[in-house]
């Protein structure tokens, strides 16, 4: 098993990982396409930074950050929009009730209240077949690192109440819940982790 950053030749795969590990979001609701440029914009991205877990040339886990989530977007509409333009218009076209979700997506960033000093921790997933082998206690790992190594003192993330697993997972890590905000009509705990003294869970 081997952690890498992303390349462009991942995105794909990322994408349907990020559609099996969180069906009904914002970004899944915006389809494989969507996705796919989404994960490849990030292979050489400012802002965001990724990193896939592979086994035998396979990606079997992603998991993205970002210093400035707000930048992130901007950068992917600037450098993807030509790509983004068409499958987004179509699943609006087919599911107009969309168009509202992506406005609020815009002001997303400020619902969590980031500093300079923060990085966001934005997804993580495991194929379903290869979950329980620390692949993702592997990934959060270089994640840290990348964010301590781009100069963040807080790692914030922000996840829905209902997802059990998910909210465990930060509470493994020393995550501390923050605030409770409510997104796309779902209530999400904001957490928190500081980042100087991070280290894995005993």
Same mark, same amino acid.
């Given at each position: ?63 993205? @950050?970002? #210093?400035?989530?707000? $930048? %992130?977007?901007? /950068? ?7 790509? *983004?333009?068409?499958? =987004? ?46 692949? @993702?206690? #592997?990934?959060?790992? $270089? %994640?840290?690192? /990348? ?7 807080? *790692?914030?993330?922000? =996840? ?43």
């Amino acid at each position: 098993m081997e952690i890498r950053e992303i390349e462009r030749g991942d995105a794909r795969a990322a994408a349907l990982l990020h559609i099996e590990g969180q069906p009904g979001t914002f970004l899944t609701s915006l389809g494989v396409e969507f996705l796919t440029a989404f994960y490849a914009q990030l292979a050489d991205s400012v802002h965001g930074y990724a990193f896939v877990a592979t086994d035998g040339g396979r990606v079997l886990g992603i998991i993205v @950050g970002t #210093r400035d989530t707000h $930048a %992130l977007y901007k /950068e992917l509409l600037l450098k993807r929009g030509i790509h *983004l333009a068409w499958p =987004v218009a179509r699943r609006l076209l087919k599911t107009p009730s969309l168009l509202g979700r992506v406005v609020k997506s815009l002001f997303y960033p400020s619902k969590v209240h980031a500093t300079p000093g923060d990085a966001e921790f934005l997804f993580i997933g495991v194929a379903t077949e290869a979950r329980r082998h620390g692949i @993702g206690s #592997r990934m959060f790992e $270089a %994640l840290v690192a /990348e964010s301590q190594r781009r100069g963040a003192k807080r *790692l914030l993330s922000t =996840v829905e109440v209902t997802n059990d697993l998910s909210n465990a997972f930060h509470a493994k890590w020393g995550f501390a819940k923050i605030d409770t905000i409510e997104l796309f009509g779902r209530p999400m705990n904001v957490y928190a982790l500081p980042l100087v003294s991070s280290q894995a869970p005993s």
